[in-house]
């Protein structure tokens, strides 16, 4: 059969009524070091003397994970410890219920609660027996899962005399090679920090223990702060023996809390009431009395859907038009989550408004000045808050508004483009264009070809002129015959002419109707 773990060196007392002057100098010896949890012999019932209980019942094997107890305690408050689980005192504490071997057969039902206040973690424990009854509490201070090394402090209340112990377990103070031992605080230069009480009452045994968070014995006491985990395991005397509580493995987590809830920033993302487009970014952070923001966790809820995990940032990709909300939570790690997240509503709008031209000059004009209305519809952007972005022969777009007029436009053809901006920033990817043509110049000045001087009363005379924009066949002419008015006349003119000098004038028109200079033609009808 394996060798226990613990050896008592107790002076060969077996029961819990040794005087306190048979202690040796360390209390006992109470395994190999470096032991992790799960490993060694399973010890239920040992009988053991008052000091030695007080050292092994520190740390029982545990086959779970060191860092996946099966139970973590964490709550908030105080108790006053006098041994009395005095109305509402333990109400707040976390609680569960065990049982412990009994000496003679049988088990006792008893009930574990644990809870801290921002000073000090209490420890209350009802056991259903008025037997002779104690317990002790070990703890693994750095949560790594050895469960004998140095440093690991443990609290203990039994039968006797001495009461409550505030005990460490070291290397230090004569302890064997090889081996680590337990000691009370002070016989290591430290303090009994803490309390303890017990009652027997008519059917039933409390015990309460407290220690302080953070005493100032740093050579022996763990120091917790709001946050932290530590590992502990329970112990219970029952008339002498040492048993192993059920259910525990027997080690659980006690994490410490604070009550105070952190609260929830938004410090970057779509503004409240404002527009983006089908991706949203959010940056947050929060604050809290105990927790750096490194140290809180956040939660996300998009449109009152269910509060999931997040980091920060955080981004919603692939958002339907329309209103959207979000609420950010933070919490800490006691636990306590920000009661009034940080929210933020907001539109999205992915879709581009439609651009019109519902006016502008003529086609073809002599103007250099155009004027020209334009709109622009979107689904949730309002008309009068869509912008405009307007651009001339695809030159650079520049912020308009309707109407818009151009001046100083060159001849030539000319392209005017309108885009709408929506409040989100989405741009009409098809710009409203409208195209015309500015002729402000007249044609050249007609060319006249056919005889000056002739003897048939019906000489044949053409007209010709070129203009820039207007071809040749578009052009047409204005003439007279010895008059002043000019009237609409064919490009091929064959008069009927008397004897004697004439003059023809004639001038050219383009298609926007710039007129030429004229051209004064002479000519003699003779011999006829």
């Known amino acids: 059969m394996r060798e226990p773990l613990v050896r008592a060196r107790c002076g060969g007392a077996s029961d819990f009524g040794m005087d306190a002057r048979e202690r040796p100098r360390y209390v006992g010896v109470v395994g190999r070091r470096g032991a992790r949890r799960g ?128 005990t460490v377990l070291s290397t230090r103070g004569g302890c064997p090679p090889t081996a680590i031992c337990g000691f009370r605080d002070d016989e290591l230069g430290g303090t009994i920090d803490g309390s303890g009480a017990r009652t027997v009452g008519a059917s039933e045994t409390i015990i309460e223990l407290s220690h ?4 100032t014995d740093d050579l022996n006491d763990f120091s917790l702060r709001p946050g932290d985990v530590v590992g502990f395991g329970l112990q219970v005397s029952l008339e002498g023996v040492l048993t192993v509580v059920v259910p525990f493995d027997p080690l659980g987590d006690i994490r410490v809390i604070e009550p105070i809830p952190p609260d929830t920033q938004l410090t970057d993302g779509p503004g409240e009431g404002s527009f983006s ?21 956040f939660a996300c809820e998009l449109d009152d859907t269910a509060f999931t995990s997040c980091t920060n940032p955080v981004t919603f990709g692939g958002l339907a038009d329309g209103t959207h909300h979000l ?48 709109s622009g519809q979107d689904a949730l952007t309002a008309e009068g808050e869509v912008v405009f972005v307007c651009s001339l022969d695809g030159g650079a777009a520049t912020a308009c508004t309707s109407p818009s007029t151009l001046s100083g436009v060159a001849d030539g053809r000319h392209t005017f483009s309108a885009v709408a901006v929506d ?21 050249a000045k007609p060319r006249v070809r056919g005889p000056h001087t002739t003897g048939t009363r019906r000489p044949t005379y053409r007209f010709s002129s070129h203009d820039a924009l207007t071809a040749g066949r578009g052009l047409r002419f204005l003439c007279a015959l010895d008059r002043r008015t000019l009237r609409r006349c064919p490009p091929v003119l064959r008069p009927t002419l008397r004897p004697g000098r004439h003059v023809i004038r004639v001038a050219a028109v383009d298609a926007a109707g710039n007129r030429s200079a004229i051209t004064r033609f002479s000519l003699a009808v003779t011999g006829v």
Do not use: C
């Open 327 to 374: 609420s950010v939570s933070a919490s800490d790690r006691s636990g306590n989550v920000d009661p009034v997240p940080a929210t933020r509503t907001w539109t999205v709008d992915a879709t581009a408004p439609d651009t019109m031209i519902g006016r502008g000059p003529k086609k073809l004009t002599r103007a250099r000045a155009a004027t020209f209305s334009f």
């Open 277 to 297: 487009g089908a991706s949203a970014t959010f940056a947050f952070t929060g604050s809290d009395n105990a927790d750096s923001p490194a140290q809180l966790a």
């Open 423 to 443: 409040r989100a920033g989405n741009r009409d990817a098809s710009p409203a264009k409208y195209a015309w043509t500015v002729d402000a110049t007249p044609p």
């Open 212 to 215: 302080p968070l953070d005493s």
């Open 39 to 166: 490993e060694g012999g399973v010890m239920t019932r040992t009988r053991m003397t008052a000091a030695a209980f007080a050292a092994a019942a520190l740390f029982v094997p545990l086959s779970a994970s060191a860092h996946a107890p099966g139970f973590v305690f964490a709550a908030f408050g105080t108790a006053t410890v006098d041994g009395a689980f005095s109305p509402g005192e333990w109400d707040t504490a976390a609680a569960l219920s065990f049982a412990a071997a009994a000496p003679g057969g049988g088990s006792v039902p008893g009930e574990l609660r644990v809870m801290n206040d921002d000073s000090n973690l209490y420890i209350g424990v009802r056991l259903a027996t008025t037997a002779t009854a104690g317990v002790a509490i070990g703890f693994d201070n750095d949560h790594d899962g050895v469960r004998f090394e140095d440093g690991s402090d443990g609290l203990v209340l039994l039968t006797l005399a001495e009461g409550f112990l505030d």
